[in-house]
């Protein structure tokens, strides 16, 4: 089985175009769009919700998309153990619609913030980071609200279940509060569900996919994941 990645395009999404691109054209892989008011992830067997501003960001990040009629489909799919990855705003949608605990709360500087960062893979996944633990990569981050919170408990089950998968770190892999863009918790860039087969993070590593462009510190997400579906096919064919 081939990865198949499907990229939702919700009223407002404008990192859609990004993650297909590099999905297809940098990559290799099999990749659609799939519309939000669709039934039907079309056989996809991971999906990508991208970043942007899904209907304006109106009442709260992601509240809106949540009710779109494809996050059924994505959220039946997720439960029963399907890849979905959440990148900014998608990360805010996973949240929005339980798929992950917390929320993400305007940056500390209540600025919007345009820069490269440097994250540091902080727990283990066989799916989003196989073979790259404690790995430095330097990723972009483009969100105004970005500051992941929790309560206190479940802040703690996180860390205690290994669910925090990318901490923001400087340069050197140092984990500290210069290095954290934007006021979340424990450094806290990215985190999966409890099962490990959903990932959110702020960072965009769609857009660190090209040489040509400088940087392709982000291909390692998604190539873990072509990997591990390649696995999984390996091991239920013996």
């Known amino acids: 089985m081939k990865p198949k990645f499907g990229v939702v395009v919700f009223p407002g999404s ?56 494809i996050m059924n489909e994505v959220v039946k799919f997720a439960n029963d153990g399907g890849i979905v990855l959440g990148i900014c705003n998608g990360f ?18 209540l600025k ?16 989003f980071t196989n073979g790259h633990n404690s790995k430095v990569a330097r990723i972009p981050i483009a969100h105004g609200e970005g500051n992941y919170f929790i309560e206190p408990d479940g802040l703690d089950e996180l860390e205690k ?5 990318f901490r923001y770190c400087d340069a050197s892999g140092e984990i ?20 490990g087969n959903v990932l959110g993070m702020m960072p965009h590593p769609e ?4 040489t040509l462009l400088g940087n392709d510190d982000g ?13 999984k096919e390996v091991e239920n064919v013996l």
């Open 207 to 210: 857009r660190a996919c090209s």
């Open 176 to 195: 500290n509060k210069s290095a954290n863009p934007n006021g979340s918790l424990n450094s806290i860039a990215g985190i999966t569900n409890r099962q």
């Open 161 to 165: 279940n290994g669910q925090v998968l």
């Open 92 to 109: 805010q949608i996973l949240c929005e619609s339980g798929l992950l605990p917390g929320v993400l709360l305007k940056n500390e500087s």
């Open 14 to 69: 404008n990192c859609d175009h990004d993650a297909y691109y590099s999905l297809k054209h940098e990559l290799g892989y099999e990749v659609e769009f799939l519309w939000h008011k669709e039934h039907s992830l079309n056989e996809c067997n991971v999906i990508i919700l991208p970043g942007g501003f899904s209907y304006g960001d109106y009442i709260r990040c992601g509240a809106v998309a949540k009710l779109s009629p």
């Open 112 to 127: 919007f913030i345009c820069e490269d960062v440097y994250l540091k893979v902080t727990g283990k996944s066989e799916i």
């Open 219 to 231: 291909k390692f997400i998604f190539s873990s994941i072509a990997e591990f579906i390649k696995k």
